[in-house]
């Protein structure tokens, strides 16, 4: 199609997307047609106008295309950042938005466009200007988190195995997707779904190996091997290749044994290799012994001068195996993690365990060039190499994927680094494949954070200074006005007037693990925990308030105020299973219970007229309550069915008896009745493992919860129905959750999340839940 017919068809979009668009309610809580919440996006990106001018706020709230992210990153895709700051605030919260409402949505991209606008007085001057968002129930008062990649696609299961699967006759190629619970997918080159799932494996699917055409071989933890074709019509078939009870799959290639047909390998954890033909997949010999490595790997490699070879690993080595006889080839500084061969004859690289990367030729008796994966460790702990890919860029290169979540471009034949790191996720990269584009390829990663992400094989993406996740180790929240808010990261404690906007740093060079601000007479000072210690300081003077306390045998974990008659107590809680009581004003210990089995990772206080109580739950799956005056446990121990407890806040329905909320790691928020011991609500937020609760005083008498999950904060009225009220997208886990009631504006309270992109405080307008 000629340049004119382009821009023609252009234009026709364009005024499809501009005549669309004035068809958008003003008002969000009113549903746009369904034709312009599917449809829309599609027009003004082939029209070049995607921005927020033809895609209104009011919209976003209603967008079902699930197409915005593709659309923005889409090469017809032309506009400036600047005219796309919504929809850029957008994309980063659609993979995790599908099934959300629209006051969820819209309250989402409130704090998601809020964290992105810089400086504070750009956030301002939105808000004042859209009208749209006066009606959420939330207003945005500080962040400093990053904000996240947008995902190429996101799920609520893990991606354990990536292959790029090209089909023959000009069809268009395949991204397939092996999931931590046995399920395929196969996904089109811009991350959507083109076939249903499929289920293949009762455990993860950890290797796909595509066999040309339309062939992908998939294996798994559950020792089956299996061959699926995708067929012409779209149906897909499948073949059980072998089946080993109770082992698992610890490596698939194939092997082209010198005058004999090319071969599909297996190794299981018993050390058995399998060979079979690729066709009929028929059984074959192989003089292979077995292997003594329960993890090994192969690799299948082809050399200058004694033809195909096999690379197996085994531990520490390498070996190579010529058809007839093993031997040693190589040794790492670790276990070998990452076996791949390269384009160079007879060249292969390894990562071991020590996040070493090594070039190696069968040429050589030792590895050719041995570099760490991240250079600036000096010494640190090193993360093992999880991954290794091959892909395009000028020349041949390679990426390195580690277990903290970075990717390293090394250029090759010679094996240098592209100075630089690529923070892709916050969890370990569980796999990689490579996508041929037409200026460059690009590279699919996928995380233990179930989110695979799409990246650009350039130096400028993989050079770039580490992305600074602001990761936070302790935040509290002031009770008292004026509020204050001390969250610790990165050896210091930054201290946020939220009223003024001033910042104070205190505690500098200490990694700090928890805080508390508990009221000493007139005064509000800050409680820091650092290592097996707790200190006291006057946060305007920095002075010390009050005598280190010290007693716990391993670090601690957790900190909150207890009130008692003669003012606030402190509790702590840690990894030695204790929970110690202080007096701050001293720092007397006034009582050490002893009785949780392991670490303990959470604390709760409740006060009444006639009882003041603390909480305490940890890794043995246990509450216990103790109350503070009596410094006795109140009441029998909950032995709760949730695995680790992470968190706990104390609720009172009504007037009723307290009840206790506890977040559980299988991903579910429990209510316990103290005294029956029993679970007498279960509130499930299809979110993954639940690592915060906190609760909030709702008018009327009225109870709320805010549990944080993998992806959302999602609030729920604590009622008979136990109504879900509201769901905040944050697209990455929130660790901690600190609410505080505020006296001077009693219809709100102000929450404080806290986790792995930093933290954001809003206040909450319960009127408008």
């Given at each position: ?17 501009e005549r669309?668009?004035?068809l ?5 809580a ?17 029209g ?28 017809a ?25 629209p006051?969820s ?10 964290a992105?606008?810089?400086p ?7 808000r ?36 790029l ?41 950890t ?12 294996a798994?933890?559950?020792?089956h091997?299996?061959?699926v ?18 082992t ?21 954890s ?5 060979a079979?033909?690729?066709g009929?997949f ?26 195909p ?12 195996f010529?058809g007839t006889?093993?031997?040693p080839?190589s040794?790492?500084s670790?276990r ?17 365990e ?19 994966h ?7 702990t ?7 890919q091959l ?22 034949p ?12 916050t ?12 200026a ?7 995380g233990?954070d179930r ?7 350039d130096?400028a ?7 600074a996740?602001n990761?936070v180790?302790?935040s ?10 001390a969250?610790a990261?990165a ?13 104070i ?7 700090v ?5 508990p009221?000493?007479?007139?005064r509000?000072?800050?409680a ?14 920095n002075?010390?308030a009050?005598p280190?306390m ?22 702590s ?14 720092g ?16 709760a206080?409740?006060?009444?007229a ?10 043995d ?8 005056d ?16 992470n ?19 299988d ?9 029956s ?28 919860l ?45 929450l ?13 307008h319960?009127?408008?839940?």
């Amino acid at each position: 199609m000629s340049d004119a017919s382009d821009e023609r068809q252009a234009a026709i979009h364009r005024q499809i997307a501009e005549r669309l668009a004035e068809l958008v309610p003003s008002d969000p809580a009113l549903p746009p047609h369904p034709y312009l919440r599917r449809y829309l996006a599609e027009h003004a990106a082939q029209g070049h106008v995607l921005d927020d001018d033809h895609m209104p706020l009011a919209l976003l709230a209603w967008e079902s295309s699930s197409q915005v992210r593709r659309l923005l990153a889409a090469e017809a895709a032309e506009s400036e950042p600047d005219e796309s700051r919504w929809l850029q605030a957008w994309a980063t919260l659609e993979p995790f938005a599908r099934n959300v409402d629209p006051l969820s949505r819209l309250c989402s991209l409130s704090l998601a466009r809020y964290a992105a606008a810089v400086p504070a007085q750009t956030r301002r001057e939105e808000r004042r200007t859209l009208p749209h968002l006066n009606s959420v129930p939330i207003t945005p008062l500080w962040s400093d988190r990053v904000a996240p990649t947008p995902a190429w696609t996101a799920g609520s299961t893990e991606v354990t195995a990536l292959a790029l699967l090209e089909r023959q006759r000009s069809r268009a190629a395949l991204v397939a997707a092996g999931d931590d619970v046995g399920t395929l997918r196969l996904l089109r080159l811009d991350g959507r779904l083109v076939h249903l799932l499929l289920s293949l494996h009762s455990g993860a699917i950890t290797h796909l190996l595509p066999l040309g055409g339309s062939l992908l071989i998939t294996a798994g933890t559950d020792g089956h091997v299996v061959a699926v074709q995708v067929e012409e019509n779209g149906q897909l078939t499948q073949q059980v290749i072998t089946h080993r009870q109770h082992t698992w799959v610890s490596s698939l290639t194939t092997y082209h044994p010198h005058g004999s047909p090319r071969l599909l390998l297996a190794a299981f954890s018993d050390g058995t290799v399998e060979a079979f033909d690729i066709g009929r997949f028929q059984p074959q010999t192989l003089p292979l012994g077995k292997l003594t490595d329960s993890s090994a790997l192969l690799c299948g490699i082809d050399t200058a001068d004694a033809g195909p070879q096999l690379l197996l690993s085994m531990h520490d080595t390498v070996y190579r195996f010529d058809g007839t006889s093993t031997l040693p080839h190589s040794r790492h500084s670790g276990r070998v993690r990452a076996l791949v061969a390269l384009p160079e004859l007879g060249q292969y690289a390894v990562g071991d365990e020590h996040s070493n990367v090594s070039l190696c030729d069968l040429r050589a008796e030792s590895p050719v060039r041995t570099a760490p994966h991240d250079a600036s460790l000096k010494g640190g702990t090193a993360m093992p190499v999880t991954s290794l890919q091959l892909v395009a860029l000028a020349q041949p290169a390679l990426v390195s994927a580690a277990g903290d979540g970075t990717l390293r471009l090394w250029k090759l034949p010679g094996l240098k680094a592209i100075p630089g790191m690529l923070q892709a996720h916050t969890t370990p990269v569980n796999a990689m494949t490579a996508l041929p584009g037409r200026a460059s390829d690009r590279l699919l990663s996928s995380g233990a954070d179930r989110i695979v992400r799409s990246w650009t094989v350039d130096e400028a993406t993989f050079g770039q200074e580490p992305k600074a996740w602001n990761r936070v180790t302790a935040s509290a929240v002031c009770p008292t006005p004026p509020h204050r808010l001390a969250v610790a990261r990165a050896s210091r404690v930054i201290i946020k007037d939220l009223p003024d906007g001033a910042e104070i740093t205190r505690f500098k060079g200490r990694r700090v693990s928890a805080l508390a601000w508990p009221q000493v007479g007139e005064r509000r000072i800050l409680a820091a925990a650092v290592g097996y210690s707790i200190f006291c300081i006057d946060p305007e003077t920095n002075q010390q308030a009050s005598p280190e306390m010290s007693g716990h045998l391993l670090p601690i974990r957790t900190l909150v105020t207890a009130p008692s008659a003669g003012g606030d107590l402190l509790a702590s809680a840690g990894a030695d299973g204790t929970v110690c009581v202080w007096q701050p004003t001293t720092g007397q210990r006034l009582a050490r219970f002893a009785d949780h089995d392991i670490t303990v990772r959470c604390l709760a206080t409740h006060h009444s007229a006639s009882h003041r109580l603390l909480a305490s739950g940890g890794s043995d799956g246990n509450i216990r309550i103790w109350d503070v005056d009596t410094l006795q446990q109140h009441g029998p121990t909950i032995k709760c069915d949730q695995n680790i407890i992470n968190d706990l806040a104390f609720v009172t329905p009504g007037d009723g008896e307290p009840l206790i909320a506890a977040a559980g790691q299988d991903g579910t928020l429990k209510l316990w009745d103290p005294h029956s011991r029993r679970a007498t609500r279960t509130l499930n937020c299809h979110d993954g493992e639940i690592s915060a609760v906190t609760s909030l005083r709702l008018p009327f008498g009225r109870t709320a919860l805010a549990a944080a999950g993998k992806t959302s904060i999602h609030v729920w009225d604590v009622a008979a129905s136990a109504q879900p009220l509201l769901q905040i997208i944050t697209g990455s886990p929130v660790k901690t959750l600190k609410t505080v009631q505020d006296p001077n504006e009693s219809g709100s309270s102000i929450l404080l999340a806290s986790g792995e992109a930093g933290s954001m405080a809003f206040r909450l307008h319960h009127g408008q839940l």
